[in-house]
């Protein structure tokens, strides 16, 4: 025992000596760890992040959108000044509703309206025509004193509306907007709730959806029928387009996530009994992108651990070549030592000593680095982005997020630490070879 703290002082005490060389010599292995951490916590922050705006739209859920077909979606504006019919009819609805007895539900949506107006605010209109069922089937939430729409609302085709949190703030920013009213067109509705953010805008989940769900506006689909024709003309400078679209999307829930592979797949086969030519139904199955994501995040982990190893390779040799100098600048000490007694064995023990401090110390910096930057990342980088070299360059609301891993820290360390030491060996197998004769004579 006495031996071993006897051979830690000395490694120790040689590294103080040449305190800068000896942080130097950490860095390659201080820059690797962090890297790793830094690098894995940005993975699986964006991961994470992807997978809430997947799971948002529901795990069992299978969403049927209608879509222009390719030759539609690519004219220009004056080439469209014409009605474009595509999509899913009420037939469509139908056919599904009458196949897919076992689903738990079977939602509509209608999209109808060009405007939605208040006073003199504005904005294109995301109204939908739905059933109470959606509230559910797509997770939606009201805020405080307001209500989603109700079987009574359906029934008795009432003006009213549930108005998405983005509307709520650009149209009531100085009032409550529970009761207030505002124009579809040139309809009037009554709002009776409003949707708690739904944190997709901009996220996985807005992009697979097509569009930002804090826009949305939701009215009884027996109202939108009523009061609005299947086409919408939407009017620009010198042209107009037209839409005539039965039903927008469809919401189908499965009764279990066993179940939704084999539930999309029969969606499938009905909507290619009317639309396989046309291209004009996409099927969104959240379930089937959630193990995608998964698969990819694993992937893209696996990229940028590799590329960040490379770091602590380069540590891991920067240490060999630090040390080897060492030896041939030691070699007068070895051959003293070796004289007075010292083994091969206490030699290499030495040597490893030292390594084995120098990646220690490392790893831990490393990990103390990695920590710092995954932590400040977020916080620091809107604030990087408004410095004026980059103003204008980037998006200021960019949002890095991190999620730290215990996993990552283990294994950066543990692989550094071996790293370090596995490198360390042939100097100090150099080492303990020296003949102590001539390394006496060695000035």
């Given amino acids: 025992m006495s031996f071993l703290l006897e051979?830690?002082?000395?490694?120790?005490?040689?590294?103080?000596?040449?305190?800068?060389?000896?942080?130097?010599t950490s860095l390659g292995?201080?820059?690797?760890?962090?890297?790793?951490?830094?690098?894995?916590?940005?993975?699986?922050?964006?991961?994470?992040?992807?997978?809430?705006?997947?799971?948002?739209?529901?795990?069992t859920n299978i969403i049927v959108r209608s879509v222009p077909p390719p030759e539609t979606?690519?004219?220009?504006?004056?080439?469209?000044s014409f009605i474009a019919k595509y999509g899913m009819t009420r037939?469509?609805?139908?056919?599904?509703?009458?196949?897919l007895?076992?689903?738990?539900?079977?939602?509509?949506?209608?999209?109808?309206?060009?405007e939605i107006s208040y006073q003199a605010h504005r904005m294109p209109s995301q109204v939908y025509g739905t059933t109470p069922a959606l509230r559910d089937v797509a997770n939606l939430r009201v805020q405080r004193r307001g209500r989603y729409l109700t079987d009574e609302d359906l029934n008795q085709r009432t003006s009213v509306a549930v108005i998405g949190s983005e509307v709520a703030s650009k149209f009531f920013r100085l009032r409550d907007p529970l009761g207030a009213l505002f124009r579809i067109d040139q309809q009037v509705f009554r709002v009776i709730g409003v949707l708690e953010p739904v944190g997709l805008s901009g996220g996985a989940g807005s992009a697979l959806v097509g569009r930002d769900l804090n826009k949305d506006v939701h009215i009884p689909l027996s109202t939108a029928e009523l009061q609005f024709q299947d086409i919408i003309v939407r009017r620009a400078t010198g042209s107009f387009s037209g839409e005539e679209v039965e039903l927008s999307e469809v919401y189908i829930t499965a009764d279990s996530t066993e179940t939704v592979l084999m539930t999309a797949a029969r969606v499938r086969r009905l909507m290619d009994v009317r639309h396989a030519d046309t291209?004009?139904?996409?099927?969104?199955?959240?379930?089937?992108?959630?193990?995608?994501?998964?698969?990819?995040?694993?992937?893209?982990?696996?990229?940028?651990?590799?590329?960040?190893?490379?770091?602590?390779?380069?540590?891991?040799?920067?240490?060999?070549?630090?040390?080897?100098?060492?030896?041939?600048?030691?070699?007068r000490e070895i051959g003293i030592r070796r004289a007075l007694g010292a083994t091969r064995r206490h030699i290499i023990a030495q040597f490893l000593v030292e390594t084995g401090s120098l990646t220690g110390a490392g790893g831990i910096l490393g990990v103390l680095l990695g920590l710092g930057v995954s932590i400040g990342i977020g916080t620091a980088l809107p604030w990087i982005l408004r410095l004026p070299i980059l103003r204008g360059r980037f998006d200021e609301i960019t949002v890095v997020e991190t999620q730290i891993t215990l996993w990552s820290i283990v294994v950066s360390f543990t692989v550094a630490?071996?790293?370090?030491?596995?490198?360390?060996?042939?100097?100090?197998?150099?080492?303990?070879?020296?003949?102590?004769?001539?390394?006496?004579?060695?000035?």
Avoid at 10 to 18: D, S, T
Avoid at 29 to 43: D, F, H, N, Q, T
Avoid at 291 to 296: C, F, N
């Fill in 7 to 24: 051979t830690i002082r000395l490694g120790l005490k040689n590294l103080r000596l040449h305190m800068l060389r000896s942080v130097l």
């Fill in 29 to 59: 292995i201080i820059l690797g760890v962090a890297a790793v951490i830094i690098m894995v916590s940005i993975g699986e922050g964006n991961k994470l992040a992807a997978l809430r705006g997947i799971e948002a739209l529901g795990a």
């Fill in 73 to 80: 979606a690519s004219m220009t504006g004056e080439e469209r």
């Fill in 91 to 99: 037939e469509d609805f139908r056919r599904l509703e009458y196949n």
């Fill in 101 to 114: 007895g076992d689903a738990l539900s079977v939602v509509p949506l209608k999209n109808v309206g060009a």
């Fill in 279 to 331: 291209n004009d139904v996409q099927i969104i199955v959240p379930w089937e992108l959630l193990e995608e994501a998964k698969k990819t995040a694993l992937i893209w982990n696996i990229v940028l651990i590799s590329i960040a190893a490379i770091s602590l390779l380069v540590g891991g040799i920067g240490i060999m070549n630090i040390m080897l100098a060492s030896v041939t600048e030691r070699t």
């Fill in 417 to 443: 630490s071996v790293v370090g030491l596995v490198f360390g060996i042939y100097p100090a197998i150099v080492a303990s070879r020296q003949d102590p004769i001539v390394a006496l004579r060695h000035d």
